[in-house]
């Protein structure tokens, strides 16, 4: 990615044609370039109608300007946006007049990357924008929203200080005269830090809700074929995704379909009926099924009311005491109330008979598994994989068998830590980090 000495523009707006598209500039060339585009600068953060004009004079378009003087901006340097007509002639003018003015157009998350790095934003808050951007539901934008707040950054940040502290701590126990030192400050560090190493182990032991959340759950439908999966999906989304058929084996690969359950994302799977079965395709299409059961954060093990449970589905149902037992076609015989000493829920989708009940079910798991909580939920990978780092250092830390060791440990667990906000060690991050953006952002 580019040094931040270039000034960028991008279109920030939504794709395809609209009645007004916005255009975000930003870096030291700016005021001129507002300058040669409308004649002047405008007054700082206030809306000023006016006419864009090329180089030779001739007007591109009248839009609304504004112009936000750095470090008072959203990157930390001079800003602006143009409000213009949505057009593409109009949008293609304006963009040619702003490459001759030697502005060249952003890369994806070049505008955040430089709020991070005029010190605008943390980390943990740049991944938060990307998380509201792609934000689905109204669980998926709270969870954004509290991030983009820096809740998050705040919790790191306690701990990076923490950590900190113990590090100072026992190196004075190392570098100076015990005599002028409580004698027990490295014993201190070591209770602080199996404190803190407990804390932080909290955070991850939450069952990926954040991650969960952010990215959705994953529920299979699996059963014996004709046990009424595809059925089921059709009616739990209220369109048919799925192909119906008496014969069976007809679903022989994976359908998805996207689901939202109370806010939570989920992304629904049908898939093929398990049995053996001497056609090589299907064959494949079951060994996805259990492939995707296996990776599930859901499974719904589905089984038809009028014939007793097969013995793949039972086997489903003991291997998965999480799963959700469903008796299918219960208008065509009473399904057993209990199953493995586990509730069934029956359903009759022609019917719609415990089609609620079962949406209900559905939402109250997904709301424990990834629901919205007071705490600032872990939502990323490299959260984990850094405060797992770090744990295991503090571990190491209170277990060193030389107070050298120890202040090394604890050195370490900083370094873990401060990779999370970009306070340390954050130049092999940054790609990862802003890659995924989008342009414009």
Not at 122 to 140: G, K, M, V, Y
Not at 186 to 197: I, K, P, S, T
């Amino acid at each position: 990615m580019s040094g931040t000495h270039d000034t960028i523009f991008a279109k920030a707006s939504g794709a395809g044609q609209a009645a007004i598209a916005v255009l975000r500039v930003s870096g030291p060339g700016t005021r001129a370039m507002l300058e040669a585009l409308v004649g002047r600068v405008p007054a700082p953060r206030v809306a000023s109608l006016r006419r864009l004009r090329a180089a030779d004079g001739e007007v591109l378009d009248e839009a609304l300007v504004l112009w936000f003087p750095g470090p008072g901006s959203f990157t930390g340097e001079d800003a602006a946006e143009l409000h213009i007509h949505g057009g593409s002639a109009v949008l293609a003018g304006v963009a040619e007049e702003l490459a001759d003015l030697g502005c060249r157009p952003a890369e994806p998350g070049e505008f955040t990357r430089r709020a991070f790095l005029h010190g605008r934003l943390d980390l943990t808050q740049a991944e938060a924008i990307a998380d509201l951007i792609a934000a689905e539901t109204p669980a998926q934008r709270r969870q954004a929203l509290r991030q983009t707040d820096g809740a998050l950054a705040r919790l790191y940040q306690g701990w990076t200080e923490r950590a900190t502290r113990l590090l100072a701590h026992q190196e004075a126990a190392i570098e100076f005269d015990l005599d002028d030192l409580p004698s027990d400050l490295a014993e201190r560090a070591r209770v602080a830090a199996a404190g803190l190493a407990a804390e932080i182990g909290k955070h991850l032991d939450d069952g990926g809700r954040g991650e969960r959340l952010r990215e959705g759950l994953s529920i299979a439908i699996l059963g014996a074929p004709n046990a009424g999966k595809s059925t089921l999906l059709n009616a739990l989304i209220g369109r048919e995704a799925a192909i119906v058929s008496a014969i069976p084996g007809t679903t022989r690969d994976v359908v998805e379909v996207r689901l939202d359950l109370g806010g939570v994302p989920a992304v629904l799977a049908d898939t093929a009926g398990l049995r053996a079965s001497g056609d090589e395709i299907e064959r494949e299409g079951i060994r996805r099924a259990r492939a995707r059961g296996n990776q599930a954060d859901l499974v719904l093990a589905v089984f038809p009311a009028d014939a007793p449970p097969d013995a793949e589905t039972l086997s489903l149902a003991e291997a998965r005491p999480d799963a959700v037992l469903i008796a299918t076609k219960s208008d065509l015989a009473p399904p057993p109330a209990t199953l493995l000493g586990r509730p069934v829920l029956a359903t009759a989708a022609p019917t719609g008979v415990g089609l609620d009940a079962l949406k209900a079910a559905l939402v109250g798991l997904a709301a424990s598994r990834a629901g919205l909580t007071d705490a600032p939920a872990l939502t990323r990978a490299r959260h984990r994989a850094a405060l797992t780092e770090a744990v295991s250092w503090l571990v190491e830390a209170g277990q060193a068998a030389l107070p050298e060791l120890a202040a090394e440990a604890y050195r370490s667990a900083v370094s873990a830590l401060g990779r999370l906000t970009g306070r340390v060690g954050v130049e092999d991050i940054l790609d990862v980090v802003f890659r995924d953006f989008c342009i414009g952002k």
